[in-house]
């Protein structure tokens, strides 16, 4: 499964959604070299809480790269009712080689009475013109956004890598702008999160607290420990569910061990013995 960004003009006939051919992207080469006009495809509804807020507030769309695709969708919008907001549309990427709807962006902007517009070329070839093309060399960072003195009241939407999300989103947290007028959209994968749980140190794999149990001994292939099954497993294991339960019981700390393959045991089976007992767990 892939999800993209819509891309195109609100318009409830169709969805316009714009893909990036990657090196070795299995979903892009396929739609880039397999996919016909006509085909079939299987796809849900638009959703997301990424979108255009209502009001009269400055609208500040900030994008790198193919992060473009959803603030573009918003540009358009804000073009087909003829805004008179205050529209800030600021973009980075490495030059005009990698900068798609240059002129699809140029003519939207067009149509909106109080537009800014600010490009950014982090390594722009030769034949990119400046104040044409692209309006500075290097990257969009919080150094420019200050340098442009942006409206501290507007809404913010950004859009790109997760660095360059997180970077401005702390910098303009930082300028003093509220943190529900910034607005982000994550595309492809982000680095793990815990919210609300402070790190701490993993501890080693290691046995369970308290006494041994008394079952068959189940083995560890990577920690290299052996532990003993414990005695008030076979009582929980009466149900499918509570055999998922009990297999959990070997691991009564987080990181105590690890079996040398999910579901299955090393030697005779914990789960075979709990069946030769309780005939119910034959179908787990």
């Not at 809480?49 to 009269?56: E, I």
């Not at 722009?124 to 013109?129: A, H, L, S």
């Not at 099954?229 to 690890?258: F, K």
Request: glycine fraction near 10%.
């Amino acid at each position: 499964m892939r999800s993209y960004s819509l891309s195109g003009e609100p318009d409830a006939a169709h969805y316009r959604v714009s893909v990036k051919r990657e090196a070795h992207g299995a979903a892009s080469a396929y739609v880039d070299d397999e996919l016909q006009v006509g085909d079939i495809v299987q796809a849900s509804a638009a959703r997301g809480s990424f979108t255009l807020r209502p009001g009269d507030t400055p609208v500040v769309l900030l994008s790198a790269g193919i992060g473009v695709t959803p603030v573009l969708a918003m540009l358009h919008a804000l073009a087909a009712e003829a805004s008179t907001r205050e529209i800030w549309w600021l973009y980075g990427t490495r030059n005009g080689r990698e900068h798609p709807f240059a002129e699809e962006a140029r003519g939207l902007l067009e149509a909106l009475a109080h537009r800014h517009s600010y490009v950014c070329y982090s390594s722009p070839d030769p034949e990119d013109r400046p104040n044409v093309d692209f309006d500075a060399p290097g990257r969009l960072n919080m150094r420019v956004l200050q340098e442009l003195n942006l409206p501290r009241n507007g809404d913010f939407y950004i859009c790109g890598p997760s660095t360059f999300m997180s970077d401005l989103t702390a910098g303009l947290t930082a300028l003093g702008v509220a943190p529900d007028r910034i607005h982000t959209e994550t595309f492809g994968a982000g680095p793990s999160i815990t919210p609300g749980i402070a790190a701490s140190p993993r501890r080693p794999p290691h046995l369970p607290a308290g006494p041994p149990g008394s079952g068959p001994t189940v083995s560890f292939a990577r920690s290299g420990l052996n532990v003993r099954w414990e005695p008030i497993v076979p009582q929980l294991a009466r149900t499918g569910r509570g055999l998922r339960r009990a297999r959990a019981m070997v691991h009564v700390e987080p990181g105590s061990a690890t079996p040398a393959r999910p579901g299955l045991w090393q030697g005779r089976s914990a789960t075979a013995r709990i069946r030769s007992t309780h005939r119910r767990t034959a179908m787990c």
